[in-house]
């Protein structure tokens, strides 16, 4: 297992095939929906892929949003979800948060995974709510 910062629009389209494949064709989520201006190399956020047997497999991103590091588009492909890539994910784009000098972080967590979030310290901080069509809650942590 292993992860990078996306800096080329190469891995930048190779994440995106990961979101329209988990999100869009699994989930069902709109492509209009799933992909937004923060979707460039230049915008204010990091986007990372993680690698499984050197497989880019999973994909998230961390958008810095009023003091706060907001975890956003975090995904694996189906057949990898049972290698803790996605505790990966959450990790490296942690880091990335408090490199930017933040010391909270943020997410729109969908509730099926809430329990994997709590688990890695996160919190839920509101009701559940709709988003695409999919029921999710705010989780926060603060490092």
């Not at 329209?20 to 209009?32: A, C, H, I, T």
């Not at 890539?85 to 948060?97: D, P, S, T």
């Amino acid at each position: 297992m292993e992860s990078k910062r996306i800096l080329t629009e190469e891995d930048l389209s190779i994440a995106f095939d990961i979101r329209k494949e988990v999100f869009v064709k699994e989930q069902g989520v709109p492509l209009s929906e799933e992909f937004d201006e923060f979707d460039t190399l230049d915008a204010p956020c990091k986007h990372i892929l993680v690698y499984y047997n050197e497989q880019p497999v999973g994909t998230g991103r961390v958008r810095f949003v009023d003091s706060y590091g907001k975890l956003e588009r975090i995904c694996i492909l189906e057949p990898y979800r049972k290698y803790g890539l996605g505790k990966v994910i959450v990790k490296v784009l942690e880091e990335i948060a408090k490199e930017n000098g933040v010391d909270k972080v943020k997410l729109h967590g969908q509730t099926h995974a809430e329990g994997f979030y709590h688990k890695l310290g996160y919190e839920t901080a509101s009701d559940v709510f709709m988003e695409d069509g999919i029921p999710h809650v705010l989780m926060t942590k603060k490092f």
